[in-house]
């Protein structure tokens, strides 16, 4: 099937639209520096969430998670545990509050409240601003080659060739897409910064929630439980794993088990137990300094920063995952009608646009493709709109040029949002896979943004030093450990081997930090106790919260370390049954579906209780 023309007409009529969303709300946007970067701090809670679950529902990340659910079926519920996807927990319960009390623009700006401005808070500052565009750079690129290899599928090169006035080599076909839709994102969120996003984002999720309850529609009206269960080996269906993962695609597809092999997921205990280890440490880490953290900051309260965090999974998992598990299942029961060739090869990481384009009816493949298109737009542009924020308010604006007129600011935010999108094209040049880039974006750089930061939350003696120090070695060691370790690790696939660098790169990351701190003096007692005052976390503060105490006999101290830590694991559990339940309702396990939901149900009346009903005491408890 070929694009029809209502598909180009939904298509056109979208981009067009983007386009007209950033210069309407240019003049609002351009006010000054917090209107271009939160929408004013004036965006109710619910718009920023659905805005940033669509920014999560992106283009590559669904090419990734279709291709996942084709090889692993249900056992792929666990493995966007790499991200961590369940950070959003730990967000909802407690930390979303104590960020946003902070009151400040960006996660670089937040340090000063933590360390000051002294040289070990000028540092410490620096070092995020470097952490927060190395990880701008890295995701623009991980968007940068999804959509250039999604968009190859519909519009193949042979009918572009003719039009166009140089030879371009197969290989980088993809990239050629990737350079023309990265200019219409990059061209609104230039204009209208976060006002532009949210609201083109919840345009956005509109289109992507009826493009897939039409897709899982389509999927269960096509495939019956029966044929899908010749099609896919013994245990797809079950989301549980014994130490291997026992998955013998060898009768069905065999070519699939090329692609277990290369994921490196075979030893799923190990794997599953690397992920956790790794994913609960980077959620007490906080977020790291991208769109997720700009959203937090932009919300109106604390109240509101952990609702939005909360409603996040609700409103993404169910919709994207209906839309997952469609088209899985579609590829997987008429696999031979698929064309996944890339460069002259198989590449899984094409079912999702084969797929579309194979099962979607006219109108409606426009529609997918217009939502899909859309959600890369979203993503990309809360991506780019992170770069200047960090680089204009935290390097021009603060170092370079102090006494910058709103007008020289956001031309400067112009100017770096094209910077940025020009090097991660260059660098989305040399990436294959979208999976490689993913792995070595979760596992190897954000493994070392976790110690430094999840000691500045619960450590009082932490200073900037170490904590400069400690994030320093974090990042060299991701991008030195992966080439000159990788020969010792011959057992483990390449694109997985950040996972398993994961606990040397915290060992040394840890040892760095601790050993800087102890050798240089603490932080400033009227700091620390401004910054524990007004954030109130628990963890070992004890000197600070002593002297607190001493100049306010009726401070309390933060109680909720234990009830914290059960809402978390009860939103977990929570937000793998809205990820486990549209795929069982896709693939029509009725038994596995209603216990789900009974699951779901009990999570969501305890979290009623211990989570809603005291958010209104505990979040605004020190109000920003």
């Not at 369940?86 to 009151?103: I, K």
């Not at 137990?273 to 991208?290: E, Q, R």
């Not at 880039?437 to 954000?446: A, I, N, R, Y």
């Amino acid at each position: 099937m070929q694009l029809q023309a209502i598909d180009l007409t939904i298509i056109g009529a979208y981009l067009a639209f983007t386009i007209f969303i950033g210069l309407y709300l240019k003049r609002r946007a351009a006010q000054d520096m917090k209107a271009y970067y939160q929408g004013g701090k004036r965006l109710p809670w619910y718009m920023l969430s659905l805005s940033n679950a669509s920014g999560m529902f992106d283009i590559s990340g669904t090419m990734w998670l279709v291709t996942l659910c084709f090889v692993y079926g249900m056992k792929s519920i666990w493995i966007p545990w790499l991200w961590p996807v369940f950070n959003q927990v730990f967000l909802a319960a407690f930390l979303s509050c104590w960020l946003r009390r902070s009151n400040v623009i960006t996660g670089a700006q937040w340090i000063q409240t933590r360390f000051g401005d002294n040289t070990g808070g000028r540092l410490a500052h620096m070092v995020v601003v470097l952490f927060a565009v190395i990880s701008v750079l890295g995701f623009l690129a991980y968007g940068f080659i999804g959509v250039g290899k999604f968009i190859e599928i519909f519009i193949p090169w042979e009918t572009v060739a003719p039009y166009v006035p140089f030879d371009v080599p197969p290989e980088y076909v993809p990239h050629l897409y990737g350079v023309f839709f990265t200019s219409f994102a990059t061209f609104y969120v230039m204009l209208g910064g976060m006002l532009s996003i949210v609201w083109a984002d919840v345009v956005q999720f509109t289109i992507m929630a009826i493009s897939a309850v039409i897709i899982a529609t389509i999927a269960m009206m096509n495939v019956t439980p029966e044929a899908l269960h010749a099609a896919t080996p013994e245990g797809w269906a079950n989301p549980f794993f014994g130490w291997t993962l026992d998955l013998d695609w060898g009768a069905k597809i065999a070519e699939v088990n090329d692609k277990i092999v290369s994921d490196g997921y075979t030893l799923f205990s190990i794997f599953f137990m690397m992920m956790l280890f790794k994913g609960v440490l980077s959620s007490l880490a906080g977020p790291a300094p991208n769109y997720d953290m700009q959203k937090i900051l932009a919300t109106r309260s604390p109240r509101e920063a952990a609702l939005m965090s909360g409603f996040v999974s609700i409103a993404l998992n169910p919709i994207r995952y209906l839309m997952i598990a469609g088209f899985a299942v579609l590829a997987i029961v008429y696999y031979q009608q698929l064309d996944l060739m890339s460069g002259g090869k198989i590449d899984f990481e094409n079912i999702l646009p084969s797929a579309m384009l194979q099962f979607a009816p006219a109108g409606i493949l426009g529609l997918l493709l217009a939502g899909l298109l859309a959600a890369f737009m979203s993503t990309f542009a809360s991506t780019v709109n992170a770069a200047p924020a960090y680089i204009v308010n935290d390097i021009y604006h603060r170092y370079i040029n102090p006494q910058a007129s709103n007008k020289a600011l956001i031309r400067a935010s112009y100017l770096v949002s094209v910077l940025v999108v020009i090097i991660s094209t260059l660098i989305g040049l040399f990436v294959e896979s979208i999976n490689s880039v993913l792995q070595w974006l979760v596992s190897g750089l954000f493994g070392g943004y976790a110690v430094a930061n999840v000691l500045k939350w619960y450590w009082w003696r932490l200073n900037g030093i170490g904590y400069f120090w400690g994030m320093l070695s974090g990042i060299i060691g991701a991008l030195l450990f992966p080439p000159l370790l990788g020969p010792m690790f011959t057992g483990v696939a390449p694109d997985i081997l950040p996972l398993y660098l994961f606990p040397l790169l915290f060992l040394v990351s840890g040892i760095v930090c601790v050993v800087a701190t102890a050798m240089t003096p603490p932080e400033d007692d009227e700091l620390l106790k401004a910054f524990y005052r007004q954030v109130r976390p628990w963890g070992l503060w004890g000197p600070v919260h002593d002297k607190v105490v001493a100049e306010d006999p009726t401070f309390q101290r933060n109680p909720d370390f234990k009830r914290d830590m059960f809402n978390v694991v009860v939103g977990i559990i929570a937000q793998t049954c809205l990820v486990a339940a549209p795929i069982f309702l896709v693939i029509r396990e009725g038994g596995s579906l209603v216990t789900t939901l009974v699951v779901f149900g009990v999570a969501a009346v305890i979290l009623k209780k211990t989570w809603y009903d005291r958010l209104e005491r505990t979040a605004d408890a020190t109000e920003a």
